[in-house]
T-cell receptor, first 113, second 114 residues
């Protein structure tokens, strides 16, 4: 079946550090891939997405590249800010069937000044 | 901007009570979803609906039911609340999918069952 695996958190960084949050997936065909972010006390919001292999999604300084050969979609940011502290969810939308999203368990990021 | 609203941010109910969680979206989306979010488990799909009066079970439907009488409104019902239903409940909506659709989430309802 379809599944998403994320690195366990929390990830604790100092401001301006480089961020990587790993995400790998299992799916048939070519799913669409997403990163969602949840700030404290809020619902999820879409951060970025990629719909085919080698696509790069980017937003607010975050980037992720759809790697079919390694079934990965790692999230990166060159210089994190305190305001990036949140929970990040990797998700996929399957190729076939009703397009429910399949989520990873989330990774909490804590950025200190 | 798409807006998804949920009737309550925080709710405290007693075991055995019938609980209604309401969700309204203002973008004429066909699809609506109910998830629960628990630490270490991520988001798990309870029910979804792809049209008025249509509903489909998600991954964890036991103990829940839903109602969709109008396109913009999707209700989650806990027939007899239990303590293991204490959780954060998130509603989402999406348009009739193209291949790479995204979902729009409400702010969540934190339900405590005592």
């Amino acid at each position: 079946g379809n599944s998403v695996t994320q690195m366990e958190g929390p990830v604790t960084l100092s401001e301006e550090a480089f961020l990587t949050i790993n995400c790998t997936y299992t799916a048939t065909g070519y799913p669409s891939l997403f990163w969602y972010v949840q700030y404290p006390g809020e619902g999820l919001q879409l951060l970025l997405k990629a719909t085919k292999a080698d696509d790069k999604g980017s937003n607010k300084g975050f980037e992720a590249t759809y790697r079919k050969e390694t079934t990965s979609f790692h999230l990166e940011k060159g210089s994190v800010q305190v305001s990036d502290s949140a929970v990040y969810f990797c998700a996929l939308s399957p190729t076939t069937g009703f397009q429910k999203l399949v989520f990873g368990t989330g990774t909490r990021l804590l950025v200190s000044p | 901007d798409v807006k998804v609203t949920q009737s309550s941010r925080y709710l405290v109910k007693r075991t055995g009570e019938k609980v209604f969680l309401e969700c309204v979206q203002d973008m004429d989306h066909e699809n609506m979803f109910w998830y629960r979010q628990d630490p270490g488990l991520g988001l798990r799909l309870i029910y979804f609906s792809y049209d008025v009066k249509m509903k489909e079970k998600g991954d964890i439907p036991e103990g829940y039911s839903v109602s969709r009488e109008k396109k913009e409104r999707f209700s989650l019902i806990l027939e007899s609340a239990s303590t293991n239903q204490t959780s954060m409940y998130l509603c989402a909506s999406s348009p009739r999918p193209g291949r790479s659709y995204e979902q729009y989430f409400g702010p969540g309802t934190r339900l405590t069952v005592t």
